[in-house]
């Protein structure tokens, strides 16, 4: 079946303990992405990936990193947490970026619920 | 700010109604996309309608598009409980860069049986 899975689906943890939650999809896709979304603000993007190695900031990077050593993997790190990044995060995928060549939509994770005290 | 705006915020219909959602955006795109949302969930996408397309269907949803007035509208005919979900319009801009998908804010359907 293809698939966007996130791990954790939830996780409660404190003030400045590095976490990373992981993104992995089945579908042979390029472009990866991350979102998070809050209530009033909808679904903003932190980072996304073009490719393998390739990676750049979306609107909302600050306090993030992420990977791409895979095509299947796009892990979102939290180096320092901190209670502002309480907040539920979606990874997504397309075939390749919008904005080229046909439209595509995006594929997105489950969802991964952050609560950081 | 966010590109789309969605209106009704919310929406309350009996079953067996048809439920009329609208999305109003600023730049001109490639092409809007509709997703749902249940409660806490990821997103499923339901259809993509491009820039030079006015109308499409797919089952019970009816998606228009007036790129003169930046706007959309999502029609879900016949409603049933389990249509109940937030529905997010999404705009891929002409200029996009990062390649994301500009959300609106989203339209909490429920639907009573």
């Known amino acids: 079946e293809a698939q966007v899975t996130q791990n954790p689906r939830y996780l409660i943890t404190v003030t400045g303990k590095k976490l990373t939650v992981t993104c992995s999809q089945n579908?042979?896709?390029?472009?990866m992405s991350w979102y998070r979304q809050d209530p009033g603000l909808g679904l903003r993007q932190i980072y996304y990936?073009?490719?393998?190695?390739?990676?750049d900031k979306g609107d909302v990077p600050e306090g993030y990193k992420v990977s791409r050593k895979e095509k299947r993997n796009f892990p979102l790190i939290l180096e320092s947490p901190s209670p502002n990044q309480t907040s539920l995060y979606f990874c997504?995928?397309?075939?390749?970026?919008?904005?080229?060549?046909?439209?595509?939509?995006?594929?997105f994770g489950p969802g991964t619920r952050l609560t950081v005290t | 700010s966010q590109q789309g705006e969605e209106d009704p915020q919310a929406l309350s219909i009996q079953e067996g109604e048809n439920a009329t959602m609208n999305c109003s955006y600023k730049t001109s795109i490639n092409n809007l996309q509709w997703y749902r949302q249940n409660s806490g969930r990821g997103l499923v996408h339901l259809i993509l309608?491009?820039?030079?397309?006015r109308e499409k269907h797919s089952g019970r949803l009816r998606v228009t598009l007036d790129t003169s007035k930046k706007s959309s509208s999502l029609l879900i005919t016949a409603s049933r409980a389990a249509d109940t979900a937030s529905y997010f319009c999404?705009?891929?801009?002409?200029?996009?860069?990062?390649?994301?998908?500009?959300f609106g804010q989203g339209t909490e359907l429920s639907v009573k049986p």
């Open positions: 997504a995928s397309s075939l390749s970026p919008l904005g080229e060549g046909d439209p595509l939509e995006q594929y």
């Open positions: 579908m042979n896709h390029e472009y």
């Open positions: 309608i491009r820039s030079n397309e």
């Open positions: 990936s073009m490719n393998v190695e390739v990676t």
């Open positions: 999404a705009t891929d801009p002409i200029y996009n860069q990062g390649g994301k998908l500009i």
